[in-house]
């Protein structure tokens, strides 16, 4: 048992630095990219994010597919095609070709995501699980440092254009997930997991709390970044240093965020986070200084980790067989928002970009009023402080 978990835990850290070699690059590249090369503007860039937020939206499909092909095997499938999708992307710098590559990238990525977490719940023991979900941040944070640093490099030093980063990004995810394939035997599940949606009226709150996480949380993957490069004029490499700082600042703090979740708890975490984020979101819409931007940016990211507690109370709350339906039905929950928020908020960013950031702040707002419905010590049976369902 200690070996098959130990083994599990090595597995999952692998597939996140696979993962996070790819999302890095695209990520880091993305507004500098969009605007340079493709000749994006804001609602262009709206488009693409509600595109690459479909297959986010369809991740509940992966429970059919998990009918043919076992979890551990597809994690690696989506592994390579988020490899595929990524190094695909320089090649054609158009409108269209940047939307298909950002599609079969988020393909991979969300399937990703998904089976990913199924994984930990099913294999990480709950009172391990919050400085788990710490570790799987500080080591996609190392991650990204590593491809921050290869973008940095390749663009300062050696002078490679987009096409050649983009391809090496998606080619070292693909050989860690043909490294894994062959090295790893297939782990055992410990609960045969449901092989059909599941949709419980007693898991209400968790999904609420993943819909407006998931509403909120486009503000920040959309416009946080666009912001430093279209307002304060950021480059490249000016990104990447700001990337680089945040990531090593997170590999210490991760571990120390999923320790502290477990101390405190659920509902505490939660509070914290999400009166955090509404300071946070005013911010951007207020400042006019660069560096006091950089300042909100790095403190968005320590307020979002703290969403391990989000992760941590499903899996207190849940029956253990849900663990892999409920991760595809959460994650297409979190998405709802995010097929449209881009492209609707996009056009508002034209009008004005503050608008953007206090909807997002009132959004964080109503976050906190259902985290203050979290109980204090969550279980099946205790899931809500007021509205409890059964079923």
Not at 363 to 383: K, R
Request: charged share 15%; aromatic share 14%; hydrophobic share 55%.
């Amino acid at each position: 048992m200690k070996t098959n978990q130990k083994s599990g835990e090595l597995l999952i850290l692998l597939i996140t630095v696979g993962c996070s070699m790819s999302f890095a690059v695209w990520l880091n590249l993305l507004n500098n990219f969009a605007i340079e090369s493709v000749g994006f503007d804001g609602s262009e860039m709206g488009i693409l994010q509600s595109l690459r937020e479909i297959p986010g939206f369809l991740a509940f499909t992966i429970v059919f597919i998990l009918l043919f092909i076992k979890e551990q095997k597809m994690a690696y499938v989506s592994l390579i095609i988020l490899g595929l999708g990524t190094a695909f992307t320089g090649f054609v710098p158009t409108n269209l070709g940047f939307y298909i590559t950002t599609i079969l990238m988020s393909i991979g990525f969300h399937y990703l995501e998904t089976i990913s977490n199924s994984l930990t719940l099913q294999w990480i023991d709950k009172d391990k699980s919050a400085e788990f979900f710490g570790k799987i941040i500080a080591t996609r944070s190392a991650a990204s440092i590593a491809a921050f640093t290869l973008v940095w490099v390749l663009f300062e030093f050696i002078g490679l254009d987009y096409l050649w980063v983009y391809l090496a990004g998606g080619c070292i995810t693909i050989v860690i997930a043909i490294f894994c394939w062959q090295y790893f035997d297939d782990l055992p599940q410990h609960v045969e997991q449901t092989k059909k949606i599941v949709l419980r009226k007693r898991y209400w709150l968790y999904y609420a709390l993943q819909f407006m996480g998931g509403a909120r949380r486009q503000i920040f993957v959309v416009f946080a970044g666009f912001l430093m490069v279209e307002k304060f004029n950021f480059s490249v490499s000016e990104i990447s240093i700001l990337f680089l700082v945040n990531a090593f600042i997170k590999i210490p703090l991760a571990p120390r965020i999923g320790r502290l979740i477990g101390k405190i708890g659920e509902r505490k975490a939660l509070i914290i986070e999400y009166i955090g984020l509404i300071l946070v979101f005013i911010g951007y819409g207020i400042t006019q200084d660069p560096m006091i931007a950089v300042g909100l940016y790095l403190l968005d990211h320590f307020f979002f980790a703290m969403a391990i507690a989000q992760k941590t109370y499903f899996q207190k709350i849940a029956d253990p067989k849900d663990f892999a339906s409920s991760a595809g039905v959460s994650f297409t929950i979190n998405h709802i928002a995010a097929v449209f928020i881009p492209v609707t908020f996009g056009l508002i960013w034209l009008q004005s970009y503050q608008l953007v950031f206090y909807a997002g702040a009132a959004m964080a707002v109503i976050s906190l009023a259902l985290a203050l419905n979290v109980p204090s010590n969550p279980s099946t049976g205790n899931e809500v402080i007021v509205g409890k369902q059964r079923g």
